[in-house]
């Protein structure tokens, strides 16, 4: 059972902006008010990564990679996070995926391997063009 589902992917320039959203059901994104939610992404011909995490306390955490250039934030009202993306580059092409996890955040959030993260969404493609 799909409990998170991400929106919002598509085609970008280099330089541009998209931004990616995740929702899921009333009950369900109620009931994450205390994870830690964030975003992975997985490259062609790459491990997936962790890109960004914010917490319930609402500090965030950001791969190197994206830092400055993305912002993870939570809409608990509407049952939504998203990750703005600025300033595109041709390296952020991936497909990008949502997660919540009710046991750790920050950097170890970021480092776990995806598969052991508790709660996972299906994923939102990301194409940038140069």
């Known amino acids: 059972q799909v409990q998170l589902v991400e929106s919002g992917g598509g085609s970008a320039q280099a330089g541009g902006s998209l931004r990616l959203s995740c929702s899921a059901a009333?009950?369900?994104?109620?009931?994450?008010?205390?994870?830690?939610m964030g975003w992975f992404r997985q490259a062609p011909g790459k491990k997936r990564e962790g890109v960004a995490a914010?917490?319930?306390?609402?500090?965030?955490t950001y791969a190197d990679s994206v830092k400055g250039r993305f912002i993870i934030s939570k809409d608990n009202a509407k049952n939504t996070l998203y990750l703005q993306m600025n300033n595109l580059k041709h390296e952020d092409t991936a497909m990008y995926y949502c997660?919540?996890?009710?046991?750790?955040?920050?950097?170890?959030?970021?480092?776990?391997?995806?598969?052991?993260?508790?709660?996972r969404g299906q994923g939102t493609l990301v194409t940038v063009s140069s």
């Open positions: 914010i917490d319930s306390d609402g500090s965030t």
């Open positions: 009333e009950y369900t994104f109620s009931s994450y008010s205390s994870h830690c």
């Open positions: 997660a919540a996890e009710p046991r750790f955040c920050g950097a170890t959030f970021l480092a776990v391997e995806y598969m052991y993260v508790e709660i």
